[in-house]
């Protein structure tokens, strides 16, 4: 059973929150990175009890979560060494012109303030209590209050004591972090609605990140909400690459389609091509592999039968072919993965196929001509990831195409499968409207963090007072912008 | 009589706009900033005619005209340099690592698709047709839907004309800028709305930006909205320097506040100090100062009448009191600049006097405490700038304070007056709700390019078919992330 955290010990949160705020602004880049790498070391020590608890939560396997883990640890680092950089504080410095009139200007991020996490299910750690939200609010310079994901409420609490934990031993303000829990909708209702709160992270369903973002949006002052709310992540497949891998290609998209049994947001359940002789070898190989899909368990029984009942909805649709399909799933016998096959005007006619079903679960559309998967990508709407699958010649043949579908997604793959999402600086995770409520910003990779800054200017300000990004002498010694060059010195000023 | 551009005609520009768009999306920053450097030399070129032109519409003075035609031809250079510099299309690469099995990412950022501009009354350049909204909206490789403001419509329909030679003789589509013109609340209403349209850019009312950027998040897919919507600018006034320079600071407050008639959007309507001599000799200072302003006209009848309705419905709240009042403006006499004084439990417990009045209007609010001024500061809502009028012992003494007033603004002045906002990267023209939608961006300086770009990945791309920006030889010579370190090299690759 999970506790509700009361109103009054959410308002109480919100004021402590408010309160570290105003010390965490005035913490260096250095100190807020010290303090992620002491989160890491503190997540990197729990040793096999964590690991069991979530594995008993969430039905990962064990191996995933060691992985899933490191993958963690390795965001606060990577996350950390980004802020101590310098990167997202963005210093601006254009000096002072007497002979003009003009003003002496300095620029830099600060925190926007405090940052609501919503945790996903499907990542017990590394989009969750101490996942990449969490680890780039916090550089940022931003207080953050977790709602735990009720499915994974015992691993969200040995994540909280682990933050915590740090929070003691820095002597920071315990309002830094707080963990808040419950299952109803009233509280995370309540945490965007507070006029304290300026931003909001959320990983999850459309429904639920859409919800969030309605409810920031008519507060008396707004507050972007970023939410990443998922995708069908198309492959679109062309014909000269198909024609020499259609078997390869089939085990590609079926070991991606079935990877944790199907649970990840890069998920690719749709496939895109011409029909013909390749298509036929590239389907006839799916109905083989799905049968080398071992059977695991779903993250929890809501999700097994949220997976049951959107996978049936669209297999019901008329104009629809079961092409592959097998058991996949070990509780209670039900799950199973499978593929369908539709034309392309049933497919454009009918947005319930276009929907996502969460689980492994995917759509081949075969396409009378080329100008029907044009259409098809005209139609499409905002994706995480969009694959082509070709060769070169398949490109150049395609450019128009190509050039389109860069419009409706944020990753966009030559070939290889998109699940598996690199935690570096240039991968982009988000992706216009549905697949994310803002396509400008990634929760992936160190670039995070700039989801949670805003930019201020300091006129005439005193270099005793100003922070130190910005001072004369550049004590940071960070890479700024002055007078319109990058220069990572002190300033070489005429007046004294 | 402004004719009022079909839906129709609306429906085919936004049309060719998208069409533009996958043309612009093919363009280096090089040739943009060649086309924006073009739109400069013709805009420079406009000779009295257009002035002659604008004063009639704006009854700006024509030394005002030729300052602010100056600073536009300024924007668009110095925004190109800033688009040809590479800044904005921020490129990281990460290289594969085939040994851990990484790919290959390549992230860079790419204009977010059509843009409509609602230009301001009161900057007919700089902030209008072929204003910052235009020229960074370009530079990030954005079409531009221009509603032309019904205020100054020839001045409007000469800089379309200017910018349209400029796409005529780079032989570009024409729906990379169109001029829509009407007067009707649907027609911005219907742009907004419109499924194509992926940004909007406004300056002008709390209540014209706050309907657009509901109308925009209603939407199927929500867009983002960036409205600049005024400000009070408040001035802070600590004890040490006013006892020594109330009188200069009284001249330097008066002369801000009825600049172009209390025409900006960073005029100072808000003055708040410790009570006692040294704020009556401020005070008695504004009563001699107001007598000397010139008198000029509003830029059009309906400010002048918004102007003294607003005013007078300040002047008639409860303990409120003229302090300084005197006819400014040359419209049927009716326009005068007023100061009233008030004090802080007044201030704090009536909201109207917390709303812009646009026009040379100014409220003294007179604190007996400094805990009411740290009440004043706490309760304020987001503002374009806050002014300190301070010495550095009073800075020591107010820290907390002075740190709070930085979550309350976009730019922080220490003295001087906020009027006058230089165009340079490091000015920071947005500030927090309700000042603007969206604290995180500026619409002065280059950093304006910013609010109009999204980042892409591209994941094992062949380098034949990557934008110029991310390919390995950088063809482009701009500063690249690579493997997290800044390069303006090529890359060096392991394999042929």
Redesign the interface.
Known sequence: MIEETSKENIDKRIQRAAEA??FL??TTINERAEFMNAVADQIEALGEELLAVTHAETSLPLARLTGEKARTVGQWRSYA??VAAGIYTEP???LAQPEKQ??D???YH?G??TVVVFGASNFPFAFSTAGGDTASAIGAGCPVIVKAHPAHPKTSQIMADAINTVVTAFGWPEGIFSHITGTSYETGAYLTQHSDIQAVAFTGSLQGGKAL??IA?RRE??I?VFAEMGSINPVFAFQNLLETKAEILAKEYMASLTLGVGQFCTNPGLFIALKGNSLDRFINTLKDEILNVAPANMLHKGILESFEKHKNIAIEQPNVEIIASANTTTEDGQGHASIIKTNAQTFLNNPVLSEEVFGPFGIVVVCETIDEIREIAHQL??QLTITVAAT?ED?RDNL?L???L??K????????MPTGV?V?????H?G???ST????F?SVGP?AVKRF??????????D??LPEELKNDNPLQI?R?VD?E?NSGSLKLQTT
Do not use: H
Request: with cysteine.
């Open positions: 705020f105003q602004k005035n060494k980004a601006r410095i254009d003009k003003g200007l300095r620029k600060v926007i303030g973002f309605d949006n002052n707004p972007p709407k905002g070169d490109l128009t190509v050039s389109l860069k419009d997604c944020g990753r966009l793959l030559f070939n290889g690199e570096v600086y240039a991968m982009q988000g216009p409207f549905p409520t803002d396509s400008r990634t670039d800054v805003r930019p201020i200017s300091f006129q005439n300000w005193p005793e007072f890479s912008m319109g990058m």
